[in-house]
């Protein structure tokens, strides 16, 4: 994984590389980022009927909303509950800056002494040409763009100058290659997205193209959910212990959101 981490301000710095990353995982803990601008502006654009969304920056600059803050405030909150020998001691984020913000806020309030890296492997998928469009933009603006998604569905279809599924799944495979590597003992918190966490699920359980659209398209993952996998010896195949949990925010009283990506997923 790549060492630099990048602060909140954008600014990035350089650290030694964790001897965590030498040595072994048990636990692999995914959030997906707090709410955030774009999520409210897609939001709104969709509601309105508009073809484009109105996003305050480019994707990897977007910020987290208001609620945004909230929630992963909140989420520090009951990660500040987990036993010191039990917490993550190594934190690595996608650098868009919403998960950036994410994890920053959620360790500072946990009290987690831990620094926050960040990789671009775990970045948002890059939608190209279709980046700002609504589904009804795309509609109504690349028409055969929009046939051809249909066609292929979202795992294999990969608009002009972006991604697919698959895509994403390629870099994401490295990841976990270096996480199989480590020996035992250590615990590991990524901070990313929606479409991350959901191609995590489909490498670590081995799924099929169907039954990751399945759960895609029935189950929208939560802003500031908790994905949590284990292997207690350290070593093989990781085991699901709990999938697209927010009852850290519903306890705390804190809104509960998802802005799900279209939930047409499958092929024609």
């Known amino acids: 994984m790549g060492q630099n981490g990048t602060s909140a301000d954008g600014t990035h710095k350089d650290a030694p590389v964790p001897a965590a990353w030498t040595a072994g995982a048990v636990e692999l803990i995914l959030i997906r980022h707090g709410e955030s ?76 002494h831990v620094p926050v890296r960040s990789d671009e492997r775990l970045r ?11 589904a009804f933009g795309v509609e109504t603006r690349l028409p055969q763009e929009a046939e051809r998604r249909r066609w292929l569905g979202k795992f294999y279809y990969r608009p002009p100058g972006g991604e697919s599924w698959a895509d994403v799944a390629l870099r994401l495979r490295s990841v976990i290659g270096e996480l199989n590597a480590l020996g035992s003992g250590h615990r590991v918190m990524l901070v990313c997205h929606d479409a991350v966490v959901m191609l995590f699920r489909y490498i670590l359980e081995g799924m099929s193209e169907r039954e990751l659209l399945d759960v895609a398209a029935s189950t929208p993952v939560l802003n500031a959910s908790l994905t949590r996998y284990v292997r207690p010896d350290g070593v093989g195949p990781w085991t699901l212990d709990s999938f697209n ?24």
């Open 37 to 112: 601008q774009g999520n409210v502006a897609a939001t709104d654009a969709t509601v309105s009927g508009a073809e484009v969304i109105a996003v305050p920056a480019r994707d990897a600059d977007v910020e987290l909303s208001s609620t945004g803050r909230e929630q992963v405030t909140a989420l520090g909150r009951s990660l500040a509950a987990v036993p010191e020998d039990r917490r993550p001691d190594v934190v690595i984020s996608s650098p868009y800056m919403r998960a950036y913000q994410t994890a920053e806020i959620a360790v500072e309030t946990a009290g987690w």
């Open 124 to 134: 948002d998928r890059e939608l190209g040409i279709l980046d700002m469009l609504t």
């Open 245 to 268: 949990e927010a009852d850290h925010l519903m306890e705390q009283g804190v809104e509960v959101t998802e802005h799900s990506g279209d939930a047409n997923v499958h092929p024609r």
